[in-house]
């Protein structure tokens, strides 16, 4: 059974530092790695998608890695801002390509 | 293009009531996936629909729960006879058809959060 786990569970950091959250699975066979932000009661907006077949993806201060032979992602934030707080989800789908199971989130706040 | 929409943003119900969500794809897709977020845990995937067929319904409770994708319309997750266990936010995502989830983000809506009194 597939079990998705972020560290850490909460972090604080001042504005302009670069950060790394964590992400690590269980079951190496997903088809691919999706991070998301949800910010306080609202949806959830996808970052980045990495498929099974890529090491690493990108979009602006966001990088997002994936190993899959030692079951961890990574999500680097460059530059961080106040409007980056929120809470970070990382997702796997599935073997059989129907569902995402997900991590309990990284809630980040950055401090101005 | 809007994106996902959800209806309603909050539901109250008293215990034993019926709770009907409803869930409208971003347009072009048409697949479907429900998933529930209970206080202080994670999502958890409940079912996968495309149109008018369940794929995948691992994830929902074997009593009191269904859910339906209709040819025409928007996808219906309805909970029969609620219990106060029910609170909680159910989000609603869907994908463009192909290979669904697996070559093509999924896209979330902003969730309906369920309260039962």
């Known amino acids: 059974k597939q079990e998705v786990t972020q560290i850490p569970a909460a972090l604080s950091v001042p504005e302009g530092e670069n950060l790394v959250l964590n992400c690590s699975f269980t079951d190496s066979a997903i088809y691919n790695l999706q991070w998301f932000r949800q910010d306080p009661g609202k949806g959830l907006t996808s970052l980045l998608l990495?498929?099974?077949?890529?090491r690493e993806q990108t979009s602006g201060r966001l990088n997002a890695s994936l190993d899959k032979s030692s079951g961890r992602s990574t999500l680097y934030i460059a530059a961080s801002q106040p409007g980056d707080s929120a809470t970070y989800l990382c997702?796997?789908?599935?073997?059989?390509?129907?569902?995402?199971?997900f991590g309990k989130g990284t809630t980040l706040s950055v401090s101005s | 293009n809007a994106g996902v929409m959800q209806n309603p943003r909050h539901l109250v119900r008293r215990r034993g009531q019926e709770a009907r969500l409803r869930c409208s794809p971003m347009?072009?897709?048409?697949?479907v996936y429900w998933y529930r977020q209970l206080p202080e845990e994670g999502l958890k995937f409940m079912v996968y629909?495309?149109?008018?067929?369940?794929?995948?319904e691992s994830g929902m409770p074997k009593e009191r729960f269904s859910a339906e994708f209709p040819k025409e319309g928007p996808s219906i997750l309805r909970i029969q006879q609620v219990v106060r266990g029910d609170s909680a936010a159910y989000f609603c995502?869907?994908?463009?058809?192909?290979?669904?989830?697996?070559?093509?983000?999924?896209?979330f809506g902003d969730g309906t959060r369920l309260s039962i009194l």
């Open positions: 990495i498929q099974s077949s890529q």
């Open positions: 347009k072009g897709h048409s697949h």
């Open positions: 997702a796997g789908l599935n073997q059989a390509g129907t569902a995402l199971i």
């Open positions: 629909l495309q149109k008018e067929n369940i794929i995948d």
């Open positions: 995502a869907s994908s463009p058809p192909g290979l669904a989830g697996i070559n093509q983000p999924q896209h």
